[in-house]
């Protein structure tokens, strides 16, 4: 089976540009995560999905960052206008439903983005 | 602040020698996982303890949930170079899905 699949791999843009990130989870798992992972901050959770509506969003930075999820098998994480700070790794990972207390989260490889 | 802090952020050791990686945190989890992150690549799912004082063994990793079920620890024994990698702890504070991840510890096993 296929993995997460995240693209682009990298992106580079220059400050106030729209970027969009994209993300097929595997087929059949009920939750999508996106993360953020920097040196300075570590992994940090962005926002989350279940069956593709938001369930947290506290994580999402500010306005400039939106998450939608149209249907099971994919979900774009835009930012606009995209500045310096925004340069990270941004992960997505889904994860089954098994009615366990913390099922395992499947990353995908990561969208390295680089904001000139 | 991270929730989970986990000690030492960075570790470097000669291949055989053994490690000890810390997560720990002042709140109770209902669950904790340990993922390995390689450069370049997404976190992998190493083990999930859910039970106060369980320890779990992978091979030459040695997992150890508190009793309290506030930390947890990481013990590799023997360290070999495929063991270099970014180790982030992850904790679950109720059932579901959301996880708080440590800072992570950064280990280099030197051959």
């Known amino acids: 089976d296929a993995g997460v699949i995240q693209s682009p791999r990298h992106e580079v843009t220059e400050m106030g540009q729209e970027v969009t990130l994209r993300c097929k989870p595997i087929?059949?798992?009920?939750?999508l995560f996106w993360y953020r992972q920097t040196m300075m901050r570590g992994l940090e959770l962005l926002i989350y999905?279940?069956?593709?509506?938001?369930?947290?969003d506290s994580g999402m930075p500010e306005d400039r960052f939106s998450a939608k999820m149209p249907n099971a098998s994919f979900s774009t994480l835009k930012i606009q206008p995209s500045e310096p700070r925004d340069s990270a790794v941004y992960f997505c990972?889904?994860?089954?439903?098994?009615?366990?207390?913390?099922?395992?989260?499947?990353f995908g490889p990561g969208t390295r983005l680089t904001v000139l | 602040t991270q929730l989970l802090e986990q000690s030492p952020q960075f570790l470097s050791i000669q291949e055989g020698e053994n490690l000890t990686v810390y997560c720990n945190s002042s709140?109770?989890?209902?669950?904790l996982q340990w993922y390995r992150q390689e450069p370049g690549e997404g976190p992998v799912l190493l083990v999930t303890?859910?039970?106060?004082?369980e320890v779990k063994k992978l091979k030459r990793l040695t997992f150890q949930f508190g009793d309290a079920r506030k930390d947890s620890s990481l013990h590799i024994t023997a360290a070999q170079p495929g063991d270099t990698g970014l180790y982030l702890c992850a904790g679950a504070r109720a059932a579901g899905n959301k996880l708080t991840f440590g800072g992570g510890t950064r280990v280099l096993v030197k051959p």
């Open positions: 303890v859910v039970t106060g004082g």
């Open positions: 709140s109770v989890f209902s669950s």
């Open positions: 999905f279940n069956n593709n509506v938001p369930i947290d």
């Open positions: 990972a889904s994860v089954p439903n098994s009615g366990g207390l913390a099922d395992t989260q499947y």
């Open positions: 087929s059949g798992h009920d939750y």
